[in-house]
């Protein structure tokens, strides 16, 4: 199911890892959201894992040009998208067109989407990596997800204070908000909890 045509900073365990945490949200009823999908490789797979249900996906695609902070070497051995890569909706949706239950919503969340009413099943967060707009959407989203839902994101990595430290904060705050520990499979720097 994975698409490694599909250029992302996201690894191929972490991509396995959201198929494991969301197939149980495959059916008609289930609305996931992600915010932050830049070209779509997580996109797709999170898509492709609930088939029977609906992905909003939610980003500026600005038309931006993507500076790397890598060599072409590790870009193509980790799939990385290069330096010049397009940003845009249009990249988004020629990656992601064969996920027909793919909603591709372009702006900045949650302004973009202030009145959203609908429950939601689980939201993956993987946008700016930065306060106040990652704890924003966290705020905004977290009283939308329905008990036994989920809320995730990437680019945990505690060990790398200096790497996302706004990171590491919402999810210590989220420790004390949901008094529960962060599950952070092996190997990954997915984070997430249950509601």
Avoid at 12 to 26: A, H
Avoid at 63 to 83: G, M, V
Wanted: aromatic share 12%; charged share 20%; glycine share 6%.
């Amino acid at each position: 199911m994975i698409n490694n045509n599909i250029l992302g900073f996201i690894s191929t365990l972490e991509l396995q890892t959201l198929e494991e945490l969301f197939s149980r949200y495959n059916h008609k009823d289930c609305t996931g959201v992600e915010v932050g999908s830049l070209h779509g490789r997580s996109s797709y797979q999170i898509a492709k894992t609930i088939s029977e249900g609906t992905l909003y996906c939610i980003d500026n695609w600005s038309n931006w040009k993507l500076k790397s902070k890598f060599t072409e070497e590790q870009n193509k051995k980790h799939n990385f998208p290069p330096e010049g890569s397009s940003c845009s909706l249009d990249t988004f949706k020629h990656n992601v067109s064969e996920c027909k239950n793919i909603i591709p919503i372009q702006g900045n969340s949650p302004n973009i989407v202030k009145n959203w009413e609908q429950p939601i099943d689980f939201l993956f967060l993987d946008s700016s990596h930065y306060n106040p707009n990652d704890w924003d959407n966290i705020e905004f989203w977290l009283p939308k997800i329905k008990t036994g839902g989920i809320i995730s994101g990437h680019d945990y990595m505690p060990r790398q204070e200096t790497v996302f430290p706004d990171i590491i904060t919402n999810v210590l705050r989220l420790e004390k908000l949901l008094n529960q520990n962060v599950h952070n499979p092996s190997g990954t720097s997915i984070w997430y909890f249950n509601i």
